[in-house]
């Protein structure tokens, strides 16, 4: 079965560190994959996005993610976080197998705590 | 702001119930997604429609059903409420499906008493 894991339910980090949200994927083919952010009693937001071409991938707020093809991740990077980036992060995957509808794979979200 | 509008904001209601959740997608994205976010389940796909016909089913029980309508909003209709289904209901919509990004309303949160 096709799915998307962030093994980590919680990451905390202080402020000014680098931080890392994980996410691995086992789906057929190569797919688009999608971080997406939650803020307390918001919606989720679009953060950044995979579809093809440089593995390293800039997006909102300072975001970046890395696509290892052989490792099967897409984690997301900051190199200095900052409190506001406490929230809620989600990793998503569409495949592009035949089969598919044009529904994502969603993880179960990551909860990131920064400290001042 | 997205630019996706959701109605009501909050709802409460009995079990047993029937309840209806309106979704405005932005100006121009055909596509409309309805998720369930519960405390543990996470983020449910629950179904896709685009340009007015189903596109995808996820985790949809029968008591729930979708329409998009001509003019593209969108309603969740939810029925026999039992307590389980007290949640946040999010709307989401894209110009299609594939690599596009979705943008997510502000939600409703449903409580069933």
């Known amino acids: 079965a096709q799915s998307v894991a962030q093994p980590e339910d919680q990451v905390n980090v202080a402020e000014g560190n680098p931080l890392t949200v994980k996410c691995t994927y086992s789906?057929?083919?190569?797919?688009?994959l999608f971080w997406y952010v939650q803020y307390p009693n918001r919606g989720l937001q679009f953060l950044l996005k995979?579809?093809?071409?440089d593995n390293l991938v800039k997006g909102s707020y300072g975001f970046e993610a890395e696509f290892n093809k052989s490792q099967t991740s897409f984690h997301l990077k900051k190199p200095s976080a900052l409190v506001s980036d406490s929230a809620l992060y989600f990793c998503?995957?569409?495949?592009?197998?035949?089969?598919?509808?044009?529904?994502?794979?969603w993880g179960a979200g990551t909860k990131l705590i920064i400290k001042p | 702001d997205s630019g996706v509008t959701q109605t009501p904001k909050h709802l409460i209601t009995a079990t047993g119930q029937r309840v209806t959740l309106r979704c405005s997608p932005r100006?121009?994205?055909?596509?409309v997604y309805w998720y369930q976010q519960s405390l543990d389940q996470g983020l449910q796909f629950l179904i896709q429609?685009?340009?007015?016909?189903?596109?995808a089913k996820g985790n949809i029980l029968e008591r729930f059903s979708a329409q998009q309508f001509p003019d593209l909003h969108s309603e969740l209709n939810l029925s026999s409420l039992e307590l389980g289904d007290s949640a946040l209901y999010f709307c989401?919509?894209?110009?299609?499906?594939?690599?596009?990004?979705?943008?997510f309303g502000p939600g409703t949160r449903l409580t069933v008493t």
């Open positions: 989401a919509s894209s110009v299609g499906g594939g690599w596009y990004e979705q943008y």
């Open positions: 789906v057929s083919g190569n797919p688009y």
């Open positions: 429609y685009y340009n007015g016909e189903e596109r």
């Open positions: 995979y579809i093809t071409g």
């Open positions: 998503a995957v569409r495949p592009l197998n035949m089969d598919s509808n044009y529904q994502l794979i």
């Open positions: 100006s121009g994205d055909l596509s």
